[in-house]
């Protein structure tokens, strides 16, 4: 059974007399597990659909979709599954008390793999959940590989049944399901050799593994330091060099470089970014591959006028990871704009030092560094430190922040976006 949330006025959820609090039981005589049996059964042109009002009432409606007719329907969010892995370096365990509850949540959730670019390890899947892999072709799917080879797989994920990766990406791909893949790198773990094993099995598989990121496992104060650690400077060197030369035969015989470093790689082997066009179309930039390039790129494709901002002093606040790059990308921005760009790179309060990605950082970090800036006209925060709901890590709202520090302040994507929306604002 899925329940309706939210039903938008003018759809056809509403014309049927659907309500929040509706109980959608079952379409064509199949029950309704979850969003993906809502999604796909109700694909069809023609159904017959089993829902139970909140009143109690059960209604059966025989549905022909009009063309162009959305349902309008907004389900509550699904149970999320929950990981079955122990990782050493589980973020999770890194968290200390008191931030937003959901991030304590270990998923591990292929169907939010699907939908939202998740990672999964694949190692909590049932029978019932493979056969609606296949039935609903979920492609492509957002896959944490680590490392192909099991025994070292089941160590690294500290699951002794964590099942054959390779035998459960070759069966879905020959089903026609797409990955997207990471490996996060673990110094001594699944580095080195390891990690060339691991690309040549993933390569093995052909087409059907779209994009690899090698990612340096990122720790913080509260990890399992006995147990885990990052990797150093030469480390990354030679897994950038590993990756290098994977992305030149990728590119030599399959026309796309297919494997990449995130950003975090090249910053700890302190080592310049590639350029740009080594990133293909970005296909993990959500997972901080490519970031700084696909930002400069954004910037520069942005047709949007920039205001010109003269005199005004605009702070630039992100983690001390991208500090140290932004300058790369204020730097265009003050020429068109001729406001003062000052970047701010941010140590993290909660989780220390090495946890260096503006996502992570708590909304008392922005205030703490905003305290006594009224010289300041504007100051830029990265949009993704939030969530839907405008809250930080720790829970502070956008608006708690805004009333708190002596200038104005406004979330940001890409800068170009909150600088042309500062023009009317
Ligand atoms: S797969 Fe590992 S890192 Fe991810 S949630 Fe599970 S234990 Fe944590």
């Known amino acids: 059974m899925v329940r309706v949330k939210v039903v938008a006025p003018g759809g056809l959820g509403a014309e049927l007399g659907i309500t929040p609090g509706t109980d959608l039981l079952a379409i064509n005589g199949r029950p309704l597990d979850d969003f993906l049996d809502w999604e796909f059964l109700s694909a069809d042109d023609a159904f017959v659909l089993l829902a139970r009002h909140p009143t109690g ?11 162009d007719l959305p349902f309008g329907l907004e389900l509550d969010p699904p149970h999320i599954r929950r ?15 008191g931030l937003r509850e959901n991030l304590y949540v270990r998923d591990d959730d292929y169907r939010l793999s699907f939908r939202y670019g998740n990672f999964a390890t694949l190692t909590n899947l049932k029978p019932r959940d493979v056969a609606r892999i296949l039935e609903y072709r979920l492609s492509p799917l957002y896959v944490s590989v680590h490392v192909t080879d ?32 990471q490996i996060v790198l673990q110094p001594g773990v699944n580095d080195g050799p390891v990690l060339e094993r691991s690309l040549t099995d993933l390569w093995s598989l052909g087409a059907c593994v779209l994009s690899v990121s090698v990612v340096p496992v990122g720790l913080t104060a509260h990890s399992k330091l006995q147990l885990v650690r990052e990797p150093t400077r030469d480390e990354c060197r030679a897994a950038i060099a590993i990756v290098h030369r994977f992305a030149e035969q990728a590119e030599v015989e ?4 297919w494997v990449h470093g995130s950003d975090d790689l090249y910053l700890v082997a302190d080592e310049p970014l590639p350029p740009a066009s080594w990133y293909g179309d970005f296909e993990q930039v959500e997972n901080g591959v490519g970031s700084v390039r696909y930002l400069q790129l954004r910037i520069a494709a942005s047709e949007a006028p920039l205001p010109r901002l003269d ?25 068109r704009t001729g406001a003062v760009f000052e970047v701010v790179g941010l140590t993290n309060p909660l989780f220390g030092p090495s946890v260096t990605t503006a996502a992570l950082l708590p909304g008392r970090a922005f205030q703490a560094a905003l305290t006594d800036r009224g ?12 969530n839907d709901e405008g809250r930080f890590m720790d829970d502070l709202t956008v608006e708690e922040l805004a009333r708190s520090v002596p200038c104005a302040i406004r979330l940001s994507y890409d800068f170009g976006d909150a600088l042309v929306a500062g023009r009317s604002g």
């Open 57 to 67: 009432e059960t209604v059966e409606y025989d549905i022909e979709r009009p063309e």
């Open 83 to 97: 990981c079955a892995n122990r990782c050493d370096f589980c973020f999770v365990d890194g968290l200390p008390e």
């Open 150 to 181: 099991t025994v070292l797989r089941r160590r690294y994920l500290r699951n002794p049944r964590a099942p054959d990766v390779m035998e459960q990406l070759r069966a879905f791909a020959a089903a026609g399901i797409r990955f997207h893949t």
């Open 254 to 257: 399959r026309g796309h470089r």
């Open 311 to 335: 005199g005004q002093r605009i702070a630039v606040l992100t983690g001390t990871a991208m500090g140290r790059l932004m300058g790369q990308v204020t730097a265009p921005l003050a020429e």
């Open 375 to 386: 010289d300041l006209t504007l100051a830029l925060l990265p949009a993704e430190s939030v």
